[in-house]
């Protein structure tokens, strides 16, 4: 099939993709342009159908309407095995009777590649890896993070148009979870592949990814970078999901003088302008945009919880009725509940329509 000029230059591309099983409607046309060489993370909380996705673009799941192309040629009613694929599952899915070099060069020798060059390309593939002493061991002799990097080896020495991760750390304890995010991160930096990983864990996303598609409800959200989806947020749902501790969500009333929050007045300054905003909205701050107040304080609350993590300290208190975390560093006194005075980094507040959601650009 001849390339597409329109998708010259992508890894993948969607075109109102849409999925539906009998009358239910899982996703609602898809667009997504993926350029060589992303890093695309797929993210959203469970149900959203993230995975869904991931298996209509690996070709487990038929595509109800719309259209998929992988490397600038229409695959959408193309079988997995035509697609130029590789995919990486949550479970590690290695053959147990097989060594570490027989299970990442099985798909070679189904191919019946020269036995040579797969015992080249699983080395190769190995020592990228950094499992090359483990190439004589079994599955049963190997760590949760071993063999998750034996999975990723099987899928690199196909060097596929397009790699796919379904979700493959969930299975890691916390720890291990860092160190492999890591190592992928550096795969990719190395291998420079073209990458579509999904989870629903908000800093996997941020960490990993180029671009970040956040969904909810079969609808996408937003896509950008990370730093777009976290300083810009489209919507309340992106702003309250990407985050930990979630960005704060509270009604505000808009006056010449700045912003009533919780019965205060925030002063916002001479350089104010009340003008693009109406009466009523929905305002946004993020915990580390609250500071310890040096001089006079923008708000004085009295705590309702204080959490130290060691390097930094969570503020949970009320404010006119709605609970708001800030996020200081230094240690403070877990039973403490003298007021505290707080300042407001102005320049990053966001603004949602109430109605809607929806962010207001100024």
């Known amino acids: 099939m001849a390339l ?4 010259q230059g992508l890894a993948m591309q969607t ?10 409607a899982v996703l609602h046309a898809i667009d997504i342009d993926m350029a060589q060489g992303e890093f695309l993370v797929l993210v959203g909380p469970s149900g959203c159908g993230k995975s869904t996705l991931l298996n209509c673009i690996a070709g487990l799941e038929e595509i109800t309407s719309g259209s998929l192309t992988i490397g600038g040629r229409d695959v959408t009613q193309e079988p ?5 694929i590789a995919m990486v599952f949550q479970s590690y899915a290695l053959y ?11 798909g070679m020798k189904i191919r019946k590649l020269p036995r040579a060059e797969i015992e080249a390309k699983t080395r190769e593939v190995a020592r990228l890896l950094q499992i090359d002493h483990l190439l004589d061991r079994q599955p049963s002799q190997l760590s949760g993070g071993q063999r998750q990097r034996v999975a990723m080896g099987r899928a690199l020495v196909r060097d596929p148009k397009l790699f796919l ?26 291998t420079k592949a073209s990458i579509v990983y999904v989870t629903h864990d908000q800093i996997e996303a941020m960490t990993l990814a180029s671009r970040i598609v956040v969904l909810k409800d079969g609808h996408v959200q937003q896509i950008g970078t990370p730093q777009e989806i976290y300083d810009t947020p489209a919507n ?5 999901f990407m985050g930990s501790p979630p960005m704060n969500l509270i009604a505000a009333e808009v006056t010449e003088r700045g912003l009533v929050v919780g019965g205060m007045t925030l002063d916002m300054g001479a350089g104010w302008r009340a003008e693009g905003l109406p009466q009523k909205v929905t305002l946004g701050v993020r915990p580390e945009h609250f500071a310890l107040a040096e001089g006079r304080p923008d708000l004085t609350i ?3 919880l204080i ?6 300290s969570y503020i949970v208190f009320d404010l006119g009725g709605t609970a708001m975390t800030a996020k200081v560093p230094g240690r403070l006194d877990e039973d403490s509940v003298v007021p505290i005075g707080l300042q407001v980094a102005r320049a990053a507040l966001c603004y949602f329509d109430p109605t809607t959601g929806l962010r207001l650009t100024r």
């Open 165 to 190: 991760f379904d979700e493959p750390l969930s299975n890691l304890d916390a720890k291990l979870r860092v160190e492999m995010r890591a190592e992928i991160k550096r795969l990719h930096k190395r």
């Open 15 to 24: 075109r109102k993709l849409v999925k539906n099983y009998g009358a239910v």
């Open 80 to 84: 997995p095995k035509d697609r130029d």
């Open 236 to 240: 309340t749902f992106v702003a309250d």
């Open 302 to 304: 009295t705590p309702v």
């Open 4 to 7: 597409d000029t329109t998708t």
């Open 96 to 106: 147990p009777t097989m060594t570490v070099a027989e299970n990442i060069g099985f």
């Open 307 to 312: 959490e130290n993590t060691g390097a930094e």
